[in-house]
């Protein structure tokens, strides 16, 4: 079973950058497609990026499209997600979460979250 841990979050003000790391644990991370979902406290949670297992593709949600980056060092057992231009509506908790094949958003295991807060 992998385990994964969220890092990188913090406050920063609109138009910055951030980079999100997810360092997983415990099992091979090529065997796993990786999202990133984030959280509000009221607010459904919303799935922002994948990275497929299969063959590297990603997917990104209309709201972060052109902005975030999503990438992944199998090696390394590390997933990026790098965050450009943040905005005041991207402030939330952060998870990484293994996600099916296809980053059906079907999340398995996640972490403890990162916070990011977009503020000035």
């Known amino acids: 079973q992998v385990q994964l841990v969220e890092s990188g979050g913090g406050l920063v003000q609109p138009g910055g950058s951030l980079k999100l790391s997810c360092a997983a644990s415990?099992?091979?991370?090529?065997?796993?497609?990786i999202a990133w979902f984030r959280q509000v406290p009221g607010k459904e949670r919303e799935g922002i990026s994948c990275?497929?297992?299969?063959?590297?593709?990603?997917w990104y949600a209309a709201s972060v499209k052109g902005r975030f980056t999503i990438s992944r060092d199998n090696a390394k057992m590390s997933v990026v997600l790098q965050m450009n231009d943040l905005k005041p509506e991207d402030t939330a908790v952060y998870h990484c979460?293994?996600?099916?094949?296809?980053?059906?958003?079907?999340?398995?295991?996640w972490g403890q979250g990162t916070q990011v807060t977009v503020s000035s």
């Open positions: 979460a293994t996600d099916r094949a296809y980053c059906s958003r079907s999340y398995g295991t």
């Open positions: 415990g099992s091979s991370l090529e065997r796993y497609s």
């Open positions: 990275i497929s297992s299969l063959d590297g593709a990603t």
